[in-house]
């Protein structure tokens, strides 16, 4: 299994830019063979996801962040990122980061908080 450990968290004002990043570690893994995500969760909401990146580069985005948020990653560094732009409240959450690989148990970071003040 990998071991994620997010980073960039913090506060900001409504309108403002945050970056986050995740780095990948393990004894033996191939991250390029990871399809990677970040979720995110509100006081008493569900874990929801944000954005996911596959193997093959394509990408998703919940409808709420389309436009806003770009999820990328850099498979010689073993990161994925999130930049948020136009963060507004509601993005308040802490923010997970999911590694996935087919047949084997999901990887997680320990989160990281993102809280935009209006």
């Known amino acids: 299994q990998v071991q994620l450990v997010e980073s960039g968290g913090g506060l900001v004002q409504a309108g403002g830019s945050l970056k986050l990043s995740c780095a990948a570690s393990?004894?033996?893994?191939?991250?390029?063979?990871?399809?990677m995500g970040w979720y995110r969760q509100a006081p008493g909401k569900q874990r929801e996801l944000v954005a996911q990146?596959?193997?093959?580069?394509?990408?998703y985005y919940t409808d709420s962040v389309k436009g806003r948020f770009t999820i990328s990653r850099d498979n010689a560094k073993n990161t994925v990122y999130l930049q948020m732009n136009s963060l507004k409240p509601e993005d308040t959450a802490v923010y997970y980061c999911?590694?996935?690989?087919?047949?084997?148990?999901?990887?997680w970071g320990q989160g990281t908080q993102v809280t935009v003040s209006s």
């Open positions: 999911n590694g996935r690989l087919l047949g084997t148990s999901d990887s």
């Open positions: 393990g004894r033996t893994f191939t991250f390029s063979n990871y399809a």
């Open positions: 990146t596959s193997t093959s580069g394509s990408t």
